[in-house]
């Protein structure tokens, strides 16, 4: 079945970086959309960013515009999240998901039918 697995998440101080990855396996549709979410303790899960599965379209939650990159290589079948000049805000676990539909901007939780397990990323002040 499909697996999403994320990696790189951590403890970092406000202002710095961290790049998270996502390595997917078994996704044989060439269509599928691409997604990280995170959610923070006492909070709903909340869609973070998204991409195309050629990589050609992304799109960004406005609390993480102009600070995080979401990319893909399609050669390693890994997604990646680079975050930058994080905030105490941006921490949550961190979920990668896969949609098998064609891209469009989805940005709930069931529009994704494919999740990763989450990985923790902690912002400190």
């Known amino acids: 079945q499909v697996q999403l697995v994320e990696s790189g998440g951590g403890l970092v101080q406000a202002g710095g970086s961290l790049r998270l990855s996502c390595l997917f396996s078994?996704?044989?549709?060439?269509?599928?959309?691409m997604a990280w979410f995170r959610q923070a303790p006492g909070k709903e899960r909340e869609f973070v960013a998204s991409?195309?599965?050629?990589?050609?379209?992304?799109y960004y939650a406005d609390s993480v515009k102009g600070r995080f990159t979401i990319s893909r290589d399609g050669a390693k079948n890994t997604m990646y999240l680079q975050m930058n000049s994080l905030k105490p805000e941006d921490t949550a676990v961190y979920y990668c998901?896969?949609?098998?539909?064609?891209?469009?901007?989805?940005?709930?939780?069931?529009?994704?039918?494919?999740w990763g397990q989450g990985t923790q990323v902690t912002v400190t002040s």
């Open positions: 998901a896969a949609d098998p539909r064609t891209w469009a901007v989805r940005t709930t939780t069931p529009d994704y039918g494919y």
């Open positions: 078994r996704l044989t549709s060439r269509r599928n959309t």
């Open positions: 991409i195309s599965w050629s990589g050609g379209s992304t």
